[in-house]
C-alpha cells in the first residue's frame, strides 16, 4: 500500500510539474542528457529537467544535443554551437559547421573554409577555399589556387 501511495504522489507531483512547464512553452521535446529543446512562438530555447529555462527561446533550431555536450544551432540563417550548460561556444556567424572530429571541426563562412576547436577557438581562419584533414590528422588546405600543409595547434 505504500508503494502504491508513494506512486501515486510522485506521478501526481511530475504532472503538476508537466502542466506548469508545458503552459510556458508551446512544446516540449524530449529529455536527453538532461535537458530539452522547447518552443515558444516559433523559436527554440533548452530547459534542464528541473524545469529551469537555461537557453530563452531565440533559435530558429536547435539540434539535440550529442554525446560531446555540443548543439548546433540556427539564428538568422547562420549556424552556431551552444554547450549542454547552455552557454554560447560560438556565435551564430558560420554558414556551415561540420561534424566534430578529435574536437575539431571545419567552418565555412562567407563561403571560405576554416576550423575551430570544440570549445570555439578558431584553429585556421575562415580564408581557405578548401579544408580537407588526412586520416592521420594531417590538414591541406587551397588558398588562390595553390595547395599548403598547414599544422595547428589547439
Not at 548546433?72 to 549556424?79: A, F, S, V, W
Request: proline share 3%; net charge positive; hydrophobic share 35%.
Amino acid at each position: 500500500m505504500k508503494k502504491i501511495i508513494f506512486l501515486f504522489i510522485t506521478l501526481f507531483t511530475l504532472q503538476g510539474f508537466a502542466q506548469e512547464v508545458s503552459k510556458e512553452y508551446d512544446k516540449i521535446g524530449k529529455f536527453y542528457h538532461g535537458v530539452a529543446i522547447v518552443w515558444k512562438n516559433g523559436l527554440c530555447g533548452v530547459i534542464k529537467s528541473s524545469g529551469k529555462e537555461i537557453v530563452k527561446p531565440e533559435y530558429e533550431k536547435i539540434r539535440p544535443f550529442g554525446s560531446d555536450g555540443i548543439s548546433y544551432t540556427t539564428k538568422e540563417g547562420k549556424i552556431g554551437l551552444l554547450s549542454i550548460e547552455g552557454k554560447v561556444i560560438t556565435e551564430n556567424i558560420y554558414e556551415s559547421i561540420a561534424p566534430f572530429r578529435n574536437g575539431r571541426a571545419i567552418t565555412k563562412m562567407n563561403g571560405l573554409m576554416g576550423m575551430i576547436n570544440n570549445k570555439g577557438k578558431v584553429l585556421i581562419p575562415n580564408e581557405y577555399q578548401k579544408i580537407t584533414v588526412g586520416r592521420y590528422g594531417d590538414i591541406r588546405a587551397v588558398k588562390d589556387g595553390r595547395e599548403v600543409m598547414l599544422d595547428v595547434k589547439d
